[in-house]
């Protein structure tokens, strides 16, 4: 995980794109880290969650920068 000048993780760009039964989304969002554990993807920004998803739900996650 690389850091800033300040000394917290530096967030990187990722588009992504949703879709269950109940609905679709599509967003760039900021993390610090991205995890994939158990059929789950999980966004980090430093030490906090600030998003989990069902891979089943991910239709596409590019990275951006």
Do not use: K
């Not at 690389?2 to 917290?8: E, F, L, W």
């Not at 794109?17 to 967003?27: I, P, Y």
């Not at 994939?36 to 590019?62: A, K, M, P, Y």
Request: aromatic share 10%; net charge negative; glycine share 4%.
């Amino acid at each position: 995980m690389s850091t800033s000048d300040a000394g917290a993780p530096a967030l990187q760009a990722y588009r992504i794109h949703l879709r269950s039964d109940e609905f679709q989304f599509e967003n760039e969002i900021h993390a610090s880290q991205v995890d994939r554990e158990d059929g789950w993807t999980v966004f980090w920004n430093g030490n906090d969650v600030f998003l989990r998803v069902r891979d089943e739900h991910i239709v596409s996650l590019e990275h951006l920068d």
